[in-house]
C-alpha cells in the first residue's frame, strides 16, 4: 500500500517555516517505512549553501526512536577523508544543534537524543495520519451481529512486538482462542523466518505451543494497521489493540490505537503502561467504568498481559442480562470517542502541540548558531589536498563547493561585523 506521507511533512514544514519566518529544512525516511540510514533524506531538494545557513528537522516520528543503533551504525561517506557525520545526520551546517522530530514520551532515548545534539520535539504524529488513514470511518454506520466477543489483528511480530506470540499462546491456554476473531502469522513479514527460527530479543515471548494449530493464518504485512475491514467490526464486541510497544518504558501509540476509536468500537489496549491515561489526556475516554483497567498502571509487561487476558476472559464469561448493559455502556462511551476524534477541537490539540513545542525548539536551536565553528571547520577540511579537490572540481549544487563555502564565509563575515 502506497502512503503518501510527504504531504505530511510538507504540512510539517510550513508549520516550521511559519514560526521561524524563514527556511527549516526537512529530512525524512524516504522510502516511508524505511529505518535504513541512508533513506534519510532531504524532503525538497536545496543547494547546499542554503542548507548550511538553515536550521535542520530530522523527522524520526513514525517509528519508536534507536539512539544506540543509529549511534553505531556505518555510513558510505564521500569523499573518504570527510568524517561521517553521527546517526542520521546528513550535513553539520551553521548550528550547533539540530531539531528532532518525534512521537514517544517518558523515554530514555529522547534523554540520550537531548544530551547530545539534537533538540527533541514532541508530536503525536500517528493521530494525524489516523484522521487521514480511517477518514471514512466516520460516515460508516456499524450494523453488529457479533460472532465472537473479541477483534484481534495479531500480524507483524519482530523488534518490540515480540510479546504478540506468547499473547496468542496465553489465549489458547486459557480457552479463548474461540471467542477471538483473529489470526496468527507464523512467518515474520519483515525477516522471513517462522517465530521457531527466531531469536528472541525476551526470551519470555517465546511459545512453546504451535501457534498454527490453534489459529488461521495470515501473510499480512505489518503497514495493514493503516487500514480496517468494516465486517471485522460488525462481527466483533470489542478490540483487543496489540500496539507496537509493549515491553518496553515509553509511549509510543500508533494509529492501531486510534483504529477501533475511529470505528466508534470499545477497545482494550495492550501497549506500554500509562497508555490509557495517555489516551485520556487527548480528551478520550476509556472503559473503567465497565470493566477493570488497572492493567494499564502494570509495570512488569508479563504481568501486564496477564491481566489484560484475564480481564478478556472475565468479559467472556459475562452472562447476557450483564453483557448487554455493559456494552451499551461501552458503544456510548466508544461513540463519544469517535466524534471527538474526527472533531476540529481534536485537530487543532493535536496541531495545536506541534506549533507550541516548534517554537520552543527552533528558539533553542537559533541559540546554538555557531559562524566561528563552521568556518573553523572547513578551514581544517580545506586543508586537506583530497577535499580540497574534490571541493574545487565538484559542480554539484547539492554538495559543497568551493563557491558556496566563499559565498557563505563572505556572509558570516558580513553579519559578525555588521
Known amino acids: 500500500m502506497s502512503i503518501p506521507l510527504d504531504r505530511l511533512y510538507h504540512f510539517i514544514e510550513s508549520v516550521a517555516q511559519d514560526i521561524f519566518q524563514d527556511r527549516v529544512v526537512i529530512y525524512r525516511f524516504y522510502p516511508h517505512g524505511s529505518k535504513n540510514v541512508e533513506d534519510m533524506s532531504i524532503l525538497k531538494e536545496e543547494d547546499w549553501q542554503t542548507i548550511q545557513l538553515s536550521p535542520s528537522l530530522y523527522c524520526n516520528d513514525q517509528e519508536p526512536l534507536d539512539y544506540d543503533y543509529y549511534r553505531t551504525v556505518e555510513r558510505k561517506v564521500w569523499p573518504p577523508t570527510f568524517l561521517p557525520w553521527p546517526h542520521f545526520l546528513k550535513n553539520r551546517t551553521t548550528y550547533n544543534k539540530v531539531l528532532l522530530l518525534h512521537s514517544e514520551k517518558q523515554s530514555i532515548n529522547v534523554e540520550k537524543y537531548q544530551q547530545d545534539q539534537f533538540v527533541p520535539v514532541y508530536w503525536w504524529s500517528h493521530a494525524v495520519l489516523a484522521l487521514d488513514w480511517f477518514r471514512y470511518a466516520q460516515h460508516v454506520k456499524l450494523k453488529k451481529h457479533p460472532k465472537k466477543t473479541f477483534l484481534v489483528y495479531n500480524r507483524a511480530w519482530s523488534g518490540t512486538r515480540e510479546y504478540r506470540l ?57 503497514h495493514y494497521s493503516a487500514n480496517f475491514d468494516i465486517n471485522d467490526y460488525n462481527a466483533t464486541d470489542i478490540e483487543v489493540v496489540l500496539e507496537t510497544l509493549f515491553d518496553d518504558g515509553r509511549i509510543h501509540l500508533t494509529e492501531k490505537s486510534l483504529r477501533p476509536i ?60 450483564v453483557r448487554e448493559k455493559k456494552l451499551a455502556e461501552a458503544r456510548a462511551i466508544a461513540d463519544y470517542n469517535q466524534q471527538h476524534f474526527f472533531s476540529n477541537a481534536f485537530f487543532n490539540l493535536i496541531t495545536g502541540e506541534l506549533t507550541a513545542n516548534l517554537t520552543t525548539a527552533l528558539v533553542d536551536v537559533e541559540f546554538t548558531k555557531n559562524y ?32 558556496a563555502i566563499n559565498n557563505i564565509k563572505t556572509l558570516i563575515n558580513h553579519r559578525l561585523n555588521s
Open 166 to 222: 506468547r499473547f496468542a499462546e496465553i489465549l489458547i491456554h486459557i480457552g479463548l482462542q474461540n471467542s477471538c476473531h483473529t489470526t496468527v502469522n507464523p512467518i515474520e513479514p519483515e525477516l522471513g523466518i517462522h517465530y521457531d527460527g527466531h531469536e528472541f530479543k525476551n526470551l519470555a515471548w517465546r511459545p512453546q505451543t504451535i501457534l498454527e494449530d490453534h489459529f488461521p493464518t495470515n501473510e499480512t504485512p505489518s
Open 262 to 321: 475511529a470505528l466508534a468500537q470499545p477497545f482494550i489496549l495492550a501497549a506500554t503502561a500509562g497508555s490509557l491515561e495517555y489516551l485520556r489526556s487527548y480528551g478520550f475516554k476509556t472503559f473503567g467504568s465497565i470493566w477493570d483497567e488497572s492493567y494499564d498502571l502494570i509495570t512488569d509487561p508479563e504481568q501486564r498481559l496477564y491481566a489484560i487476558t484475564d480481564l478478556m476472559a472475565q468479559i467472556d464469561n459475562w452472562g447476557p442480562p
Open 372 to 403: 566561528q565553528a563552521w568556518q573553523d571547520r572547513w578551514e581544517q577540511l580545506l586543508s586537506d589536498p583530497v577535499v580540497l579537490e574534490y571541493i574545487t572540481n565538484t559542480t554539484d549544487v547539492v554538495n559543497p563547493n568551493l563557491a
